[in-house]
């Protein structure tokens, strides 16, 4: 399988869990990518799309995606876009999110706000989803748990799986492994 990483917004590829999950997966014998996305600090729906396009290539049911945060809505509208009538292989988002509460700043705010305003065509991108694993936890900082669980079960048929005491899976929240994600690949 050919499985892509996409970080998060402010992060890099060896930032929180994303160098363990590409050796530990490498190990299983699959091919893993984990690009830098364009202009983190400052992401903008458009641009990520783009790189993910870039990066991507040609879908097909052994591309995999695993991505956290921003990187999840990123690959949501990827798929969206895309004019492929397969399905891919498992997709699996850790701290993905619709809505957001508590953002630092006027800032933090207007670069948030295209990601949770612009609709996502959701039958567009369940079609081409063979299974969606999403995994959040009880004290993400951002809020909305049960919002953003319910739209990922309702809209996307995901199985949604709520962690404990996971803050948003970064390295700040003591999250620098994740073997749940690692077993959604057995």
């Known amino acids: 399988m050919r499985i892509i990483i996409i970080h998060r ?6 930032s929180d ?6 050796r530990e997966l490498e190990k299983k014998g699959h091919s893993v990518f984990v690009p830098e996305m364009p202009n983190t600090d400052e992401p903008m729906i458009e641009e990520w799309v783009a ?10 049911a052994e591309t995999c995606f695993v991505a956290h945060s921003i990187g999840c809505q990123s690959v949501l509208r990827f798929l969206e876009g895309e004019k492929y009538s397969g399905k891919v292989g498992n997709v699996v988002f850790v701290a993905g999110w619709f809505k957001l509460d508590n953002l630092e700043g006027e800032e933090v705010v207007a670069i948030a706000k295209p990601w949770m305003n612009t609709p996502i065509d959701f039958s567009l991108v369940r079609r081409r989803l063979n299974s969606l694993t999403v995994f959040l936890s009880n004290n993400e ?3 909305f748990v049960q919002y953003n669980s319910d739209v990922y079960q309702k809209e996307l048929g995901a199985m949604v799986v709520i962690e404990k005491d996971k803050g948003h899976f970064t390295e700040e929240d003591r999250v620098v492994e994740m073997p749940e994600v690692l077993r959604e690949f057995d």
């Open 141 to 143: 900082p951002y809020g």
């Open 9 to 14: 917004w402010g992060a890099n590829p060896q």
């Open 17 to 22: 869990w994303y160098s363990w999950l590409k």
């Open 51 to 60: 790189h993910l396009k870039r990066v991507v290539g040609q879908l097909d």
